[in-house]
């Protein structure tokens, strides 16, 4: 059976990012032009010769994201279950070779989590947990889901990779959407990022997608961790397994975010940097290349940088979230796996999303883009 690894295999990672790269001002142009847009496009507007056009990308993708969305944006929290991982991830405070106390949420303590995001209006929760198959598998996660599925609206999960016919069950109890992300495309820096556990499996993580697409899952969320390799590259592969699934199994939904490297226990620091300006770019070419796909942000970014960046593309964000297992109300003192960066409350997170009926204008230099009230 075809996945999309038969068409990763194609492509050479070194041969990508000099594509990108030799990108021309006139690609760009035409890029910006279009209105109906290719990989090849996608690639001009990621390029370093996209730059002096950033402000105009940002004005397009406004504009396609009030077109398409409208002034709705989706505010979702995140619940940790569990520390517990049986891989060795070098960026991850809960890699198992991390000497951190180890938790799993019990059922009584995850509907007190439950109260807690409830009493803050969320309707839509995304549950996550360490890789480890013994303590936190399809039984515990599959538990879960039947648990809490009466209380919101959708439930996600951000969880180790499972099996076709186990995504079918979990979709069977109430499964709406699973974020997987493939961390990095570059196959020989994620074996040195993964170097023990079933995630360093390479191949069987990237073709989880497929597994999900056939299992017929309602949405499938990608993305690359930034800082592990060049942000270029990992965000053309992710647009190409994006076009890909779309095509494949059309009936799903697509969202892609975009996490860069954050402080943890552990402390990797970033191979390739991305700057604010960078992310900004990319965000902008993904709403240009795509109208549909949903964009997410998430509190690894901070305050300034959330409250700018909505009104180019973004359509999901979480609020006040907690990375460390039972952290809103049972054990807000267990460890996290990153350092959140934006910690405003789910309040001011809505105050400021209700005044957001806003243009961009695009001024160069970091942190000064700034938005204007019609």
């Not at 070779?97 to 180890?102: L, V």
């Not at 990608?222 to 990992?234: I, Q, T, V």
């Not at 964000?317 to 460890?335: F, H, R």
Request: net charge negative.
């Amino acid at each position: 059976m075809d996945t999309f690894k038969d068409i990763f295999d194609q492509y050479n990672w070194g041969q990508t990012l000099s594509s990108i790269f030799s990108k021309t001002e006139n690609d760009v142009i035409s890029a910006l032009t279009k209105t109906k847009r290719d990989l090849e496009d996608f690639k001009a507007l990621i390029s370093p010769a996209a730059k002096p056009y950033l402000e105009q990308m940002a004005q397009m993708s406004n504009q396609i994201t009030k077109k398409r969305f409208g002034n709705t944006i989706h505010m979702y929290a995140p619940m940790y279950l569990s520390n517990e991982c049986q891989n060795i991830c070098t960026y991850c405070g809960f890699s198992m070779i991390n000497k951190i106390p180890r938790r799993t949420l019990t059922d009584e303590e995850i509907l007190k989590e439950v109260g807690f995001l409830k009493s803050k209006g969320y309707d839509h929760i995304l549950l996550v947990t360490g890789e480890a198959n013994k303590t936190v598998g399809v039984d515990y996660i599959n538990n879960t889901i039947r648990l809490i599925q009466t209380k919101f609206a959708n439930i996600t999960i951000e969880v180790q990779p499972l099996d076709q016919l186990d995504y079918e069950m979990l979709i069977g109890n109430g499964l709406y959407a699973v974020l997987v992300y493939q961390e990095t495309y570059h196959k020989g820096e994620y074996k040195k990022h993964h170097p023990k556990g079933r995630k360093s499996n390479f191949d069987y993580r990237l073709e989880t997608p497929d597994r999900l697409g056939r299992a017929g899952i309602h949405k499938i969320g990608l993305g690359a961790l930034f800082g592990l390799e060049d942000w270029r590259a990992d965000s053309f592969f992710t647009a190409l397994h994006l076009l890909y699934l779309q095509k494949t199994y059309w009936k799903t939904k697509y969202s892609i975010s975009f996490p860069r490297l954050r402080p943890h226990s552990g402390g990797l620091e970033p191979k390739v940097a991305m700057t604010d300006s960078d992310l900004v770019q990319l965000i902008c070419a993904f709403r240009i290349l795509d109208e549909d796909v949903e964009l997410s942000m998430s509190t690894r970014e901070s305050e300034l940088f959330r409250e700018h960046i909505v009104n180019l593309g973004i359509t999901s964000i979480s609020a006040a979230s907690k990375t460390n297992p039972g952290g809103y109300v049972v054990d807000p003192q267990s460890l996290e796996q990153f350092e959140i960066s934006d910690e405003r409350s789910t309040e001011e997170i809505v105050k400021m999303l209700k005044n957001k009926d806003l243009d961009v204008v695009w001024k160069d230099g970091a942190y000064n883009w700034q938005f204007t009230n019609h």
